[in-house]
Each structure stands twice: as C-alpha cells, then as structure tokens.
C-alpha cells in the first residue's frame, strides 16, 4: 500500500490520517533520478490520488516522455482549463507570491482593426518601485515595437520574449492638443527580480456628501514570502481607514486580478461582508471522491469569515459592494464574488468574467532533489454557503464597461471608464471630465503569461 502523498505533500493538520491506494503498488524498477521517468513517476503518484477529475484521468504514455507531454496527457480536456505543469518549481511559488524576473510594466495586445494585421501593446499599469516606474513610461501610452521590431498577429509571442532581457521600446503618446498619437523617446529597460505589491491603490472620494472608498488590488497573495501577512495587514489597514473615515460605498477594482490564494481571499471577503463572523460560511470545499472516502474530514470542507475588527459592519448603503471586472477577473477574484453573494448585493461593473470555479495546489518533490518541476493541478470545485458553483462561464457584468472602448486615463481619475461608471451608479451623476473613444480588438495580455493568472491556490493546512 502506498504511503499518502497527500499526507505528505499537502501537510494537512489531520495528522495521522493518511490515504492508500485500493491497488498494491507494483515494484518498479529504479531509475536515473535526474530522467524524465522519474519525474513522470512523481507526476502520475500524485495524480492518481489528488486530480479532482480522478475518474476521467487521462492514459499514462511512456515514462521516458518529456513531462510536459506526460502530464498533458493525463487531463480531463477540455473541461480542465486550468491544470499547469512548471518546469522550476521555485519560480513558480515564486511567481504566486508575486516574485518574478521583469521591468515592471503591464500592458494588453491590441489589433488596430479586424482588417489590420498590425498589433500594439497598450500599457495598462506601471508598478511601484519596478525599472518601468523610472522612466517616462505612462498608462495609456503605446508600444509599437521592442527593439525595433514591430508587432504583428504573426510575431507578438516572439517579440514579447525579448522582454525578458535589456530592451528598448518605441512607443507613442496621446496628446489631446493634436488629437493623436505622437512618437516618444526610445527608452530602455533592464529587468529585476521584482516583489510586486498586490494593494495597487486606495482613496477615498467625496462626491455629493457621498464618501466613496476605492480600492485596486491586483493578486491574492498573504506577502512576499513564505509565512509573511504583510499584504493581508496592508488591506486590513486600508479597510481600517475606510471604516474610521466612515464610507458610505466600497468599489473593489479586481479587473487585473487572476487569482491567488484563498486565504487571502478570505481576508479580503471578511473585511467586505455586512458584520460577518467565524460562524458564517464564506465558501464549501469539494474533493475527489478518493479523497473523501479516505478522509472524512475531507467531504464537507467550510471555510467561514474571519473575525476582522477592520470589517465594514452594515454601513454600505444598500448592502451593496461595486466590483470593477474584465474577461481576466478570475478564479480566487470569482470566489469573492460567489462567496458574498449570499450576505449582500454584489454589483458587478466592467466585462465577463473568467469562470474558474476550481482550486489548485502547488506540489513539488521533495524526495528527489534532481527534480525541480512543480505541477499546479486541479484538485478541488468550489461553492458558496448556497451550494452554489455555476459560473464556469464567468460573472456577466450588471453594466458592462469595456476598456478597449475608451483610450485609458490614470487608475483612480474619476474619469477613468470603470471608475467613473461605478461612480456614476453611486451618485446619479456622471463626473464631467472628457471622455476619449477608441476602438480596438483585444489580442491577448501580459498578464495571459503571468504563473498566478486564473489560479485559485488552496491552503495546504485546514484550520
């Protein structure tokens, strides 16, 4: 009987629990640690007990395949979207934690036109403290090329790459006086190993007697590194100020957010949620049927609110919560949503959202040091204190705001289309600043490329 990876691996507090197999192991001979045999090894033991789709997993090919392909081959497609293998297992806990190797700037891909095979990459926001943040580099602004070489529908994944090291990008800004376009400086860029900080932004608006807090948050993730709450206690202090400065409406600006880990998810909704306790379920946990035979404890997970003194308590007006979306709002993002949704009236502003319902976990092997692949696979559907999970085709928006619509302004200007039509539902009145019209086709996202884009990362220990 084999020995339970999930007891191993995954470090749950039910400590003497452990799973086994129904079938005997058979003895296998050893193999060279550093092959791809026995990676594949590593790769099906743990499938074979932790995929949530166990039922549907896929035909082993050969144990010398390369990884990637093996474990391709093992997933429930298409209705797994989401199960990723990583070749380094540390770049990618790096990555969730928001640890990565660039220069600082995101941007989304844009066709000129349905007939155009030209492509622009306009950027979307700069992050603090980044090389990016350093130059005169604006949200808004337009890449055209990188070093020198224009984008196009057929090179843009080619061209993206060369971000990965020193580069230069030609890029032009709007200048209302002409009203176009207009050529800036080639500036040039060397990535870092930068820690970005999830809390983007936070004020408060003051409009018709109105008080109107205003948050943009970027990515589920506790802190930096492992064991840290410094961007968990940076939200409960931003929470604590909106709640001192008694606001009457929250905007939550997640249109960037693919996801994270639930933990801090759970933080996030036990600061929103109307006088929410340790006693309220913001959201149930379903394994595989593996899983829960062997684990008792394991077939009705519920995870309730935390007690927060910076929570909000019943001041909303209207019991309702703005949350600014986009097509890229997923996974830990979705399950804010679904999990508030029985205790208040969340409205919805921006674009469709992702539609992941379901939670990974990060694993490495930590027997054999030679392998350094890590694997994010599905092993976990989640629902509401509903039971409600019905959103694998996204959260449609109750206004629909599209950012290819408008040309961008700063995040946080009360003209920006998002915000403004979140304050505009708030007040009654639109702000009166200028409004500028653009069209453009959404071709993909630097975000798309990002390891924590549309992950929903399970905590390891159950409290």
């Given amino acids: 009987m084999k020995l339970s990876l999930f007891k191993n691996i995954l470090l749950f507090s039910i400590i003497g629990v452990s799973l086994s197999s129904c079938n005997k192991d058979e003895e296998l001979p050893a193999v060279d640690p550093t092959s791809n045999a026995a990676v594949n090894r590593w790769i099906i033991d743990i499938m074979d007990e932790v995929y949530y789709w166990l039922g549907d997993l896929g035909t082993p090919i050969s144990e010398d395949a390369d990884p990637e392909d093996y474990f391709e081959a093992l997933l429930f497609r298409p209705t797994d979207r989401f199960s990723v293998i990583y070749s380094d297992y540390q770049e990618l806990i790096n990555s969730l934690?928001?640890?990565?190797?660039?220069?600082?700037?995101?941007?989304?891909?844009?066709?000129e036109s349905a007939s155009s095979d030209k492509v622009f990459a306009e950027i979307t926001y700069i992050k603090k403290?980044?090389?990016?943040?350093?130059?005169d580099l604006k949200r808004g602004d337009r890449i055209?090329?990188?070093?020198?070489?224009?984008?196009?529908?057929d090179n843009f994944r080619e061209v993206l790459?060369?971000?990965e090291s020193t580069?230069?990008?030609?890029?032009?800004?709007y200048d209302e006086t002409s009203n176009q376009f207009v050529e800036q400086p080639s500036i040039s860029l060397t990535p870092i190993q930068l820690s970005e900080d999830p809390n983007f932004l936070d004020t408060i608006y003051t409009i018709n007697n109105e008080k109107i807090g205003y948050v943009i948050y970027h990515f589920f993730t506790p802190g930096p590194g492992n064991g840290s709450t410094q961007f968990d206690n940076e939200m409960d202090a931003i929470f604590g100020k909106f709640k001192s400065e008694s606001i009457d409406h929250l905007i939550v600006d997640l249109r960037y957010n693919g996801g994270g880990f639930v933990s801090s998810a759970v933080n996030l909704a036990s600061l929103i949620g109307p006088g929410v306790s340790t006693t309220d379920i913001f959201s149930k946990t379903k394994y595989n049927s593996f899983i829960a035979e062997q684990i008792p404890e394991l077939r009705d997970v519920k995870t309730t609110f935390k007690a927060k003194a910076e929570n909000l308590g019943n001041t909303l007006d209207g019991n309702r919560v703005y949350i600014l979306t986009s097509n890229r709002t997923a996974s830990a993002s979705e399950l804010i949503i679904n999990g508030l949704k029985p205790y208040m009236d969340v409205f919805l502003i921006g674009n469709t959202t992702t539609g992941k319902n379901v939670g990974s976990i990060p694993f490495e092997d930590e027997a054999n040091p030679d392998n350094k692949y890590g694997i994010l696979p599905i092993v976990t559907q989640s629902f509401n204190s509903?039971?409600?999970s019905?959103?694998?085709t996204g959260f449609n928006p109750n206004v629909v705001a599209l950012e290819s619509a408008e040309l961008l302004l700063p995040l946080g200007d009360i003209n920006e289309q998002l915000l403004r039509?979140?304050?505009?539902?708030?007040?009654?009145t639109a702000p009166s600043g200028r409004i500028l019209k653009s069209e453009r086709l959404d071709v993909a996202s630097s975000l798309d490329q990002k390891i924590r884009t549309g992950r929903m990362i399970e905590n390891k220990i159950l409290k």
């Fill in 390 to 392: 019905d959103y694998t």
């Fill in 167 to 173: 580069h230069s990008l030609e890029y032009t800004r």
């Fill in 97 to 111: 934690n928001g640890i990565s190797l660039e220069s600082g700037y995101e941007f989304i891909l844009y066709r």
């Fill in 161 to 163: 790459g060369l971000t």
């Fill in 421 to 428: 039509k979140a304050i505009t539902q708030i007040t009654g």
């Fill in 144 to 153: 055209r090329s990188i070093n020198g070489t224009l984008f196009t529908v």
């Fill in 129 to 135: 403290n980044s090389p990016a943040s350093a130059v």
């Fill in 386 to 388: 509903l039971d409600q």
